[in-house]
């Protein structure tokens, strides 16, 4: 890893310990930097520049610099001579493959800038609906040991109530049971808790210090989205036009071997060094045709290849282009129904809160007990975690739409 790279990872970390809690953006800027996907994809990206390059360096001529140190046996004087040569040569094809070669490997490099791309954006949404997991939980958590305390206050309430003879087993025994109901919840909570927390910094390959995760306001917004290219069917259409390619280059296989080639030779029977010694051996070029009419099976099973691979390429975007289509479809039907629920839970939030701002009122009246009021705090707090966690399932299903099409993770990524 680059020194800049992990100087910064380094940075980074330590501002999150000196804050003492984990911010969402701080989590993402780590897993962008830390994350194996992003640089495998980081990686696969420069081998794609490299290859590039590399074909581009194909169309330099050969060149050669030779040196020999012999010993003749047939000559007059047998004594060890020494042979040098310089020669440079290059030959142009009608089917050059070094050309077409250079097109694949111009769009490989564009599959891997759209892979790079498309795993910064992976890689952030992971990390949310990571963040958005542990969130959930940790207010479920928070709100079931709330409630917990509340409903064991209301048992022991009733479990008075009984002894005096004012409350009945069975209500005695509905209050045990939603204690244990609570104290199942909240264990499971606490479970759930501390596996999402351990997933999160797995994921992001970093210890866990313990802090807390900032919340995050996120907005509310929400546009419908329409069915377009995504980077996917981008890297799709990048294939058929490489197969498109190599149809091209099977057709012309079937044309006679034309090229034109030059060469230059030098060479000189004295030492390696004594430049004055070279003389001109090769100064010529000249145009080539040849035609192989053993290989034209050969070529037509190639060809043949091609255009069965150009028509799976084309049926394979076909059916992606229609299975991201319906994949927007359904999001944007589960968003849709993700907003309606999110504001019967609002509504059922409001009343909540009605309902115990009268039950103080009338606990201070006198008109009910206690119990009746700590189970108007537990029914306003039973509303407020739905809220929240249906609020959480539309940011995290919203950005999946993002995904799906493409856009910035969180307006960023």
């Known amino acids: 890893m680059p020194r800049i790279i992990m100087l910064f990872l380094i940075l980074l970390v330590c501002s999150i310990c000196l804050a003492e809690e984990y911010s969402l953006i701080q989590l993402i800027d780590i897993a962008q930097e830390n994350s194996l996907k992003s640089e495998t994809a980081a990686y696969n990206y420069k081998n794609a520049a490299s290859s590039l390059r590399s074909s581009y360096y194909s169309l330099l001529p050969s060149s050669y610099l030779s040196y020999g140190h012999y010993l003749d046996y047939d000559a007059d004087a047998e004594e060890w001579e020494d042979q040098s040569s310089f020669s440079l040569s290059r030959e142009f094809f009608l089917n050059d493959p070094a050309v ?7 769009l490989d490099r564009k599959n891997s800038s759209l ?3 498309q795993t910064k954006k992976q890689i952030a949404y992971d990390v949310l609906s990571l963040y958005l997991d542990v969130i959930i939980y940790q207010t479920n958590y928070e709100i079931y040991q709330q409630n917990l305390t509340l409903q064991q206050k209301i048992k022991d309430q009733i479990q008075l109530l009984y ?3 004012k409350a009945s087993l069975l209500d005695l025994k509905q209050s045990e049971i939603s204690l244990l109901d609570y104290s199942i919840a909240v264990r499971d909570a606490e479970i759930s808790l501390s596996r999402t927390r351990k997933q999160l910094f797995n994921y992001l390959n970093i210890s866990d210090e313990g802090y807390n995760l900032t919340l995050t306001d996120f907005d509310s917004s929400f546009i419908p989205g329409e069915f377009t290219q995504n980077i996917a069917l981008k890297q799709q259409k990048n294939t058929i036009t490489k197969s498109w390619i190599d149809l091209g280059s099977a057709s012309l296989d079937f044309l006679p071997d034309l090229s034109i080639a ?4 030098h060479q000189s029977d004295a030492r390696f060094n004594d430049f004055d010694e ?5 100064n010529q070029i000249g145009i080539y045709a040849s035609y192989n009419f053993c290989s034209l099976l050969a070529k037509s099973e190639n060809l043949a290849v091609s255009r069965r691979n150009l ?3 084309k049926l394979l975007y076909s059916s992606a282009c229609k299975e991201l289509e319906n994949d927007i479809s359904i ?3 589960e968003l849709q129904n993700l907003i309606i629920t999110r504001n019967m839970f609002q509504e059922k939030l409001t009343l909540a809160e009605q309902n115990l701002e009268l039950a103080q009122v009338q606990y201070e009246l006198g008109t009910i007990g206690l119990i009746d009021l700590d189970r108007s705090i537990i029914d306003l707090q039973d509303a407020r975690l739905q809220h929240n966690s249906r609020f959480y399932e539309f940011v995290r299903k919203r950005e999946e739409l993002n995904l799906l099409l493409s856009n910035p993770i969180l307006g960023q990524w």
Do not use: V
């Open 311 to 313: 028509k799976l390429q």
């Open 163 to 165: 002894d005096n003879g």
């Open 262 to 265: 030059y060469s230059l030779a």
């Open 278 to 282: 070279y003389q001109r051996i090769t």
């Open 100 to 106: 077409f070669n250079i097109s694949r490997r111009t």
């Open 115 to 117: 892979a790079l791309r």
């Open 331 to 333: 999001t944007n039907e």
